[in-house]
């Protein structure tokens, strides 16, 4: 079985920093696309940013120039760097990947279990 675990959640004032790290562990043959979504309370989840194995990357358009994806293929894991953070970034961050397991003829979406981003005005 394959799980994906984030960390690096927490309180930040308006204006700060935030790393956010997550890694896939079990049976992994491949990782396609690795990224963020975040649901905020009331909403609906929402694309963050993803990046595929190729290094190819994609953003919302409200987190453009101020947050980064970038991963390491050889520890399957997937970086959020999120910088002049805004009390609208507060919401539950889940990290996403396109897997196939090391069973399996077609890749998959696995979810992490979310990380809470707090961000204080």
């Known amino acids: 079985q394959v799980q994906l675990v984030e960390s690096g959640g927490g309180l930040v004032q308006a204006g700060g920093s935030l790393r956010l790290s997550c890694s896939a562990s079990?049976?992994?043959?491949?990782?396609?696309?690795m990224g963020w979504y975040r649901q905020a309370p009331g909403k609906q989840r929402e694309l963050v940013a993803t990046i595929t194995s190729g290094g190819s990357t994609n953003y919302a358009d409200s987190v453009k120039d101020r947050f980064t994806v970038s991963r390491d293929n050889a520890k399957n894991t997937v970086y959020l760097q999120m910088n002049s953070v805004k009390p609208e970034d507060t919401a539950v961050y889940y990290c996403?990947?396109?897997?196939?397991?090391?069973?399996?003829?077609?890749?998959?979406?696995?979810w992490g279990q979310g990380t809470q981003v707090t961000v204080s005005s």
């Open positions: 996403y990947g396109d897997v196939r397991s090391g069973s399996a003829r077609w890749s998959r979406d696995y």
């Open positions: 079990g049976r992994i043959f491949s990782i396609n696309v």
